[in-house]
């Protein structure tokens, strides 16, 4: 996991370079809804939360989220369609988070972040994402 000034999003693929559009390292093989793998986003203000109560630091090369959003609530976006800068999208699910994650980083936060985990999302239009976009939903 590495950050990134810029991702180049595909429809019905994910990020390029992402884990799960190009098959390469670890990702879980279980099947899932349609498109729940092409973009996973998750609250800095989860991850503030988890360190508030547990003193646990989750760093963005550890939390396995594709993007990090600040001052946006998630949930509300499952179902809807919504901007990332140029790039549509639309929440399909909950991200909770996995054994996978705790085993890789050696920290407890699998119960601190039920509920936290982030979105998954499906790339309705391509483009690209950079950091600092808006996320607004489509009216």
């Known amino acids: 996991m590495r950050g990134l000034?810029?991702?180049e999003?595909?429809?019905g693929?994910?990020?390029v370079g992402d884990r799960y559009r190009e098959g390469t390292g670890f990702y879980s093989p279980i099947?899932?809804?349609p498109g729940a793998r092409e973009l996973t986003l998750i609250g800095e203000e989860s991850l503030a939360a988890v360190l508030n109560e547990t003193g646990?630091?989750?760093?963005?090369e550890e939390h396995r989220r594709n993007i990090t959003t600040r001052a946006i609530a998630l949930e509300p976006l499952l179902g809807k369609r919504?901007?990332?800068?140029?790039v549509i999208c639309e929440g399909?699910?909950?991200c909770?988070?996995?054994t996978h994650l705790e085993q890789i980083t050696g920290k407890h936060v699998m119960k601190p972040l039920i509920h936290r985990g982030g979105i998954r999302v499906r790339i309705v239009a391509g483009g690209w994402i950079r950091v600092g976009d808006p996320i607004q939903e489509l009216v």
């Open 5 to 7: 000034a810029s991702a």
């Open 9 to 11: 999003a595909i429809p």
């Open 13 to 15: 693929e994910g990020l």
């Open 31 to 33: 099947p899932t809804d």
């Open 56 to 60: 646990i630091v989750l760093g963005p």
């Open 82 to 86: 919504f901007y990332i800068g140029e």
């Open 92 to 94: 399909v699910r909950p």
């Open 96 to 98: 909770p988070p996995c």
